[in-house]
């Protein structure tokens, strides 16, 4: 091997070694998020049912995941952008990075503008009480608060969570990571102390839902007038064509996501509508704690989409198919041992926390922690294909589970209750998402090799 040779062989690992680097930051300091993130909630559960009631707390929470389906509402500008930056990573192109950034931003306050003009309109117009099955004197009197606290934080997000996409586009996720963990200290902070006050307990839900908004507008204040000033978005720089290259890939992600976010998101609400939102109230508990079991899903699959990018781009195939098998096989391992061991020690524990004010039967929290070992096995593999700009076909994928699982899942909770609505989503994920996706990733590999 002669000398260029050589020096491009030992770049290759450098870089190599560089990108592996940065997925561990990520992914230990994801971890650490993704703990924070459930456990934090769990502890604002106990303070937030005895001031509000078991019954307000499931109508938060039915609230809440209705509206789950703001996640789309940036039109997958963010994930275009994501998608865009993993490629730019490396090439040190910060006016092309400004530019996308900057076009990008201005596209979703625009979004936000018109979401926050809409529903202003028509809040008053929407019978809320209806909407969401409030029963009891207590509920019906608070529901259109509630509403309202939720769905102005989830509007204020839309721009302010672009920094996020390009923190994880750059290969940065860690940054992101503390941030969200600082997101989630401050909300437990000021439940507390809210709920030491003599005022109405509705400002609970408020401070919990605006402490996210003020934690992304201080990380976006940082993250571009500090950290990277060379990329900070700016008006003048906004560009129509760069923004609609960037919608043309978000697109697909924003149709994947109202797919998956409907698919995977409202079982709360299904509960809510077939029994009552007394069970939404375990459910979401069990549901939670059933995250705390999946955090390595997220701990090891969410930096590989960036790392992903940018190795295909570089043609870094091996890597890629080594590393998403590792991942693959921790993830599930973590995940399988942690579920397990909940299923044997976990209920004392919930109940000595919760005085037994709650009970999560054990049938609805196996079924919880089954989903998320399945999602961590196969997370990595979604992650290739994202990476390698296979977004049509999981839509399609979705396009068949989602519909399927919702009417399914709401049938057989009205025959059989609500305890069956985790293992019909789980059994119909297997079958539908998981298997299909597996397969197709196999393909890349073999088409790559």
Known sequence: MDLEGKINKAKKIFKQDERTKRIALTAITS??????????????????????????????????????????????????????????????????????ISSSLMVLTVVASVILLVFCLLFSEVNWIKVMNAESEQTITVVATVVLAVVLSKIANVPLGLVQRTQYGFQEGYISNIWNGASSILSLIIVYLLAQLSIAPIWIIWGSSFAPVFVAAVNHFAYFNIQHPEIKPRLLLFRRNEAFNILNIGFQFMILSILTTIGLSMDSYIIAQTSSLENVTPYSIGYRIAMVMGAATIMLSTPLWAANGEALSKKDFSWVRKTTKKMSRMSLGVTLLGSIIFLVFGSHLIDLWLNNNVKIPFLLMAGLLLMQIVQSFISPYFMVLNGAGIVKKQIILFSIYTPVSLCIKYYLSIQFGFLVVPWIGVILYTLLIALPTYILAKKVYTDIK
């Open 31 to 100: 971890a650490l998020s993704r703990v924070l993130s459930i456990l934090v909630p769990l502890i604002i559960v106990r303070i937030a049912i005895e001031r509000l009631g078991a019954e307000t707390y499931g109508l938060w929470m039915t609230v809440t995941a209705f509206f789950s389906l703001f996640t789309f509402a940036d039109l997958g500008l963010g994930s275009g952008l994501q998608t865009k930056l993993s490629r730019l990573h490396g090439s040190k192109d910060n006016r092309e990075a400004q530019m996308l």
